[in-house]
């Protein structure tokens, strides 16, 4: 497991019921994985934005990632993206039966589904370059980049 690196994020996964915490840490698990193996990341900064553990590009290459659990929907977790971007909208497009969506800002999770891991990577992948592939994508950029 990636050791956490912020006391308060520490703290928030501490209050999820067991439960909810495993599934919680291991989609923190891939949220690290996945930005390890994906060119144009670099670091990743774990923090809390709105209560939440967020997970950001000091490099600015990406948009924030952000994750949580509710006690008011006790069945279920989500993976929450930056509502003004277009990415909730390509991932509905690309992989409609793999996720239940949340408007366009979140991928929602039964406790009981098991993931689909190499689909909610490329999610990851692409909310973590979205600033960098639309650099590259604009008029003298250097083309299209796709996630690893």
Known sequence: ????????????????????????????????RTARQTPGVGEIQETLKWGEPAYVTPNKAGSTVRMDWKAKAPGRYAMYFHCQTDL??????????DFRFE?????????????????LAFCIAASLTYHLQK????????????PA
């Not at 979140?106 to 689909?119: G, M, N, P, W, Y």
């Not at 650099?135 to 796709?146: D, K, T």
């Open 135 to 146: 650099r590259q994508a604009a008029p003298g950029g250097q083309g299209s980049v796709r």
């Open 1 to 32: 497991m990636t050791p956490f690196t912020s006391k308060d994020v520490a703290a928030k996964f501490d209050t999820y019921p067991l439960q909810v915490r495993r599934k919680m840490l291991a989609l923190r698990e891939l949220v690290f």
């Open 88 to 97: 909730v909208e390509t991932f509905r497009r690309l992989f409609p039966a």
């Open 103 to 119: 408007g366009n800002r979140a991928l929602v999770f039964d406790l009981e589904q098991e993931l689909k891991s190499d689909a």
